[in-house]
């Protein structure tokens, strides 16, 4: 899982502009990074260009996806991840990137700003603590957890044994049980049956 490029953009009437952008490029040859850059900053203009006002949109390019999101106000972000990168956690940051450029960054300076001139410094930050979505979103770290809990309870004791020999056949063969307790566990057994899940 990987982001490779954070932007921010402005949609105007004919085109966008590019307001701030950052770049993990790690993965790429030294030689390939800037061609890699000004594709990803093509691309993004251009799906904001032709994303109407008001939606997300995830868009397939060869074996990345640009999630993109253009707010009602004109203002746009896009995100180039490769395809494994969980659409959710995406659209999150994406919302969460918008929502605080536009507190930081006055409006009036979204159609006429470029990378030199807008101040916002968080893009960079965002790129490299939404690397690892488990870490980053709360959601997916909850989701991670459930799921190896539920790995856990589907190992059961019954799963454990060896070759297929039941809980009910080692009682009951069990030479240290005294009969007391081979007694409990029967009627314990009968008790659970009605409400014993998988």
Not at 52 to 62: C, D, H, I, N, W
Not at 102 to 108: K, M
Request: proline share 2%.
């Amino acid at each position: 899982m990987k982001l490779y490029s954070l932007s921010v953009l402005h949609k105007g009437a004919t085109k966008s502009n590019l307001l701030k952008a950052a770049y993990d490029l790690t993965s790429f040859s030294f030689f390939q990074r800037s061609s890699v850059q000004e594709f990803m900053t093509f691309t993004s203009a251009l799906i904001v260009e032709r994303t109407s006002r008001g939606s997300r949109a995830s868009v397939k390019e060869q074996e990345y996806l640009c999630h993109v999101y253009v707010r009602n106000d004109d203002l746009g972000a896009v995100i180039i991840a490769d395809h494994e990168y969980p659409q959710r956690v995406c659209f999150t940051l994406l919302d969460k990137v918008l929502e605080e450029f536009s507190r930081q960054v006055d409006g009036i300076d979204w159609p006429s700003g470029n990378p030199d001139t807008i101040n916002y410094k968080s893009l960079d930050i965002h790129l490299a603590k939404y690397q690892n979505p488990r870490e980053a979103d709360a959601m997916t770290k909850v989701q991670a957890e459930l799921d190896e809990t539920k790995i856990i309870l589907h190992n059961t004791m019954e799963s454990l044994l060896e070759r297929g020999e039941k809980l009910d056949d080692l009682v009951a063969k069990s030479e240290h049980l005294g009969n007391q307790s081979k007694a409990f566990y029967k009627t314990a057994r009968k008790q659970n049956s009605c409400c014993e899940i998988m």
